[in-house]
């Protein structure tokens, strides 16, 4: 059992926005501003899309936003393209450890 | 341009001890968090250890299913993050990625099986 929860899937229509939540506690995500996100396609090594709650990487498209409100962080994808259909997963500093969410299964339909 | 490159992967025996290399192009290895995360096959991201900056003390933590086991530590002049894997076990079995909030490497695979 993951300690941070994300719900299993989400999907959208290209040109939609969706948004993937991520759910913790005051332990985890409502306590510090260290909320991570990152992209995986099948067979792929993840690739970091916001860090430090919102913050963009060089060269990740500013479709991708993250916010946080309380224990709950989310990743906005707006603009939706094929090539966002990934698994999104979510981590948090934890205090004296990092906590990672089970993962987002997107589809683009 | 950042990069982080991961080596070392290997098929071991149970019991036996492998060393993780992450070498870092594009920041300083000492001035950042740097992380080392698996992947069971089929199964989602675990975080495993951590070394603070230098300038946060410097000081590792780890998941409590590799605590005392595995070591991490840092090589400045070659400015690559190791780790130390000890008395490996087959649910160790998985892909290390390193990773900061620069970015994350591609991965090694460990494979633990007698």
């Known amino acids: 059992q993951s300690a941070l929860t994300q719900p299993r899937s989400v999907s959208g229509s290209p040109g939609q926005s969706v948004i993937i939540s991520c759910t913790g506690t005051?332990?985890?995500?409502?306590?510090?501003?260290?909320v991570s996100w990152v992209q995986q396609h099948p067979g792929k090594a993840p690739k970091l899309m916001i860090y430090d709650v919102y913050k963009r990487p060089s060269g990740v498209p500013d479709r991708f936003s993250g916010s946080k409100s309380g224990n709950t962080a989310s990743l906005t994808i707006s603009g939706l393209r094929t090539d966002d259909e990934a698994d999104y997963y979510c981590?948090?500093?934890?205090?004296?450890?990092?906590?990672f969410g089970g993962g987002t299964t997107l589809t683009v339909l | 341009d950042v990069q982080l490159v991961e080596s070392g992967g290997d098929f071991v025996k149970p019991g036996r001890s492998l060393r993780l290399s992450c070498a870092v192009s594009?920041?300083?290895?000492?001035?950042?968090?740097m992380h080392w995360v698996r992947q069971a096959p089929g199964k989602g991201l675990e975080w495993v250890g951590r070394?603070?900056?230098?300038?946060?003390?410097?000081?590792?933590d780890f998941a409590a299913p590799v605590k005392g086991r595995f070591t991490i530590s840092i090589d400045d002049s070659e400015n690559t993050f190791y780790l130390h894997m000890g008395s490996l076990k087959p649910e160790d079995t998985a892909m290390y990625y390193c990773?900061?909030?620069?970015?994350w490497g591609q991965g090694t695979l460990v494979t633990v099986s007698s």
């Open positions: 070394i603070k900056r230098r300038s946060n003390g410097g000081t590792t």
């Open positions: 990773t900061s909030d620069y970015g």
């Open positions: 005051s332990s985890d995500v409502g306590g510090y501003d260290y």
């Open positions: 594009g920041f300083t290895v000492s001035s950042a968090w």
């Open positions: 981590g948090s500093h934890a205090g004296s450890h990092v906590v």
